[in-house]
């Protein structure tokens, strides 16, 4: 499958909201099978936080374009010599059949500035196979956080590993 990314501003991103929105959504029931939470005050809420923390210059998003529609996100902070992976979400259909890996870690390396030496990242308890991409970044469980845990790798070799075989996945 071919996938494109593409970095959004704060004034576009709000057309892209509901899509992204939508592939969170599924995901987070896979992984946690809770049901009947009411989606649109869900979404209301994600949407504020999300578009604030754009406006207030502190979140970047990436889309992920597949088939000439939203697949999937990337949405990021840098903080001092930080990269902190807020979300990163693609659809159930594209998990595993893209070159995502490959295509985004190029991507990030032509936009972060020089200087970041760690990522940090939270997943769900729930979410085994984000942890397993965690743990062959080599990134290493820091804390938990309600529901979350943290992990924390070292900038310059996860990056390393895509340079040195394409992919790490």
């Known amino acids: 499958m071919r996938i494109f990314l593409r970095m959004v501003n704060n004034r576009e991103v709000s057309r892209f909201l509901p899509d992204m929105f939508s592939i969170l959504l599924q995901n987070m029931l896979v992984i946690t099978n809770e049901e009947g939470f009411d989606n649109q005050a869900t979404y209301f809420q994600w949407e504020k936080y999300t578009i604030d923390s754009m406006e207030a210059g502190k979140r970047k998003t990436i889309i992920i374009i597949g088939e000439k529609r939203v697949v999937g996100f990337f949405m990021f902070s840098l903080l001092e010599h930080t990269l ?80 040195l075989s394409g992919k790490c996945l």
Request: proline share 5%.
């Open 84 to 163: 902190l992976i807020e979300e990163f979400e693609l659809e159930k259909d594209y998990q595993g059949k893209t070159p995502i890996f490959r295509v985004l870690p190029r991507y990030l390396a032509e936009i972060i500035p020089k200087g970041i030496k760690r990522v940090v990242a939270y997943t769900n308890i729930n979410n085994h196979r984000a942890q397993r991409i965690m743990e062959k970044l080599k990134m290493k469980p820091r804390d938990r956080a309600g529901s979350n845990i943290c992990y924390e790798g070292n900038y310059d070799e996860i990056f390393h590993c895509f340079q």
